[in-house]
């Protein structure tokens, strides 16, 4: 069964320094989005991308942000200048259709920890 | 506010007996409504969608009920397993967002004793 797949499964990293993290959706969704999990906390939502732009975004995601999709199969994010905060479970999720009512299939996430 | 609210404590029951958990939001007119199960360092796994105009739907021993005037949604487990113990999350897509983007709760956790 096709599965959305994220790597690396945990990065650490010194607080100032950028990280990408990269996932690959499942090859015939739409929409794609980012979401973070802090430890012991809800499931927030980040971005969703639609058509090769963002279509929304929530206040987290701010400007040391941004998601790209560089070829037909990943989906990365990118934290310029990262944070202690910024410390938490990463997950990438994609939706076949229109992305408006269905299902999301999520990865299995990226443990950021900044230091 | 909007609010999603679910159990935090734990729900504790013996293995074969029926897990009920509540999902609660306030100033939220979602469209529809998902569970998803969601295992230690783990992704959440999809489990069920429920739409505003549907009142119960029913997947193998799971269920999911949906009162758009109580503003709950009730998720049952029958016949419940050791291997049903997890995370259950509720999740709303909200009316006024076009982009599928889903509001989670806290979850609750669910351990099911043998």
């Known amino acids: 069964e096709p599965e959305v797949t994220q790597t690396p499964s945990h990065q650490v990293t010194q607080m100032g320094q950028e990280v990408i993290l990269r996932c690959v959706p499942i090859s015939n969704h739409l929409y794609f989005y980012w979401y973070r999990q802090i430890l012991g906390q809800k499931v927030e939502f980040l971005v969703s991308?639609?058509?090769?732009?963002?279509?929304?975004k929530s206040e987290i995601f701010d400007d040391q942000f941004s998601v790209e999709r560089p070829d037909g199969s990943n989906f990365t994010l990118k934290i310029r200048s990262t944070k202690l905060e910024d410390s938490a479970m990463y997950f990438c999720?994609?939706?076949?259709?229109?992305?408006?009512?269905?299902?999301?299939?999520f990865g299995p996430g990226t443990r950021l920890t900044v230091t | 506010s909007q609010k999603i609210e679910q159990n935090s404590e734990a729900l504790n029951i013996q293995e074969g007996k029926t897990a009920t958990l509540t999902c609660n939001y306030t100033n939220y007119s979602p469209a529809y409504l998902q569970w998803y199960r969601q295992d230690p360092g783990r992704g959440p796994v999809f489990l069920l969608l429920i739409r505003e105009n549907e009142k119960e739907k029913r997947k193998e021993r799971l269920k999911v009920t949906f009162d758009t005037t109580l503003k709950q949604s009730l998720f049952h487990i029958t016949a419940s397993q050791p291997a049903d113990s997890a995370t259950y999350l509720c999740a709303l897509r909200s009316g006024s967002s076009n982009t599928g983007k889903l509001i989670f709760g806290q979850g609750t956790t669910l351990q099911v004793k043998p």
């Open positions: 991308f639609y058509n090769n732009e963002i279509s929304e």
């Open positions: 999720a994609s939706t076949p259709l229109e992305g408006t009512s269905y299902e999301q299939y």
